[in-house]
């Protein structure tokens, strides 16, 4: 069976992502194989990330979103497995309303090593996805649910969210 005959018929056809190279030496991005969800995007420039350091980096792209469409900005899995490369704000939210250069800001998670990015290598992905965009209406007071108003660490202990003196986190 290939991809094609397993693939979902799409809910609502999708217009081509615009892009507008800034750097004509680095690639179109493109997704690494057949129904990716992220195409990869290029460093425009060579950096030496120090551990603990982060960087903000172009990509070299302009892109034009569908109204409706956010761009997500996401790490790659192997580069923060292998060497603990993310993004600070990950994901990364482009609007559609938005022309400039993408930029990602690298962080170096590793807490001993240098991380080398040479102009070129792929540094992250992007994703585009539908949004809905509802009307902001001010309310007096929201409906109840089982949850209410429990925050963090609200469905149950975790190791890493108790205070100092062993206490569950509220709110």
């Known amino acids: 069976m290939t991809s094609a005959q397993n693939s979902c018929a799409p809910l609502h056809t999708c217009p081509p992502l615009r892009v ?37 980096v172009g990509t ?3 892109v034009a979103l569908p109204h409706g469409t956010v761009g997500l900005v996401h790490p790659r899995s192997g580069l923060a497995a292998r060497a603990g490369l993310s993004i600070v704000n990950a994901p990364g939210t482009v609007d559609a309303g938005y022309r400039g250069e993408i930029k990602v800001c690298l962080l170096n998670t590793d807490p001993e ?4 990015i040479a102009r070129g ?33 609200s469905s149950g202990g975790h190791a890493l969210l108790t205070t100092p003196t062993g206490d569950d986190t509220e709110g």
Do not use: M, N
Not at 113 to 116: D, L, Y
């Open 60 to 62: 070299g792209i302009a």
């Open 20 to 56: 507008v190279r800034l750097d004509r030496d680095l690639p179109l991005p493109a997704r690494a194989h057949d129904g990716d969800a992220g195409i990869d995007l290029y460093s425009t420039t060579d950096l030496e990330l120090a551990p603990g350091r982060r960087q903000l």
């Open 113 to 116: 090593s240098p991380i080398v």
């Open 121 to 153: 290598d792929r540094i992250a992905q992007f994703l585009v996805q539908r949004v809905e965009l509802p009307e902001v209406v001010e309310v007096d007071e929201l409906d109840e649910t089982a949850r209410g108003s429990g925050g963090y660490g």
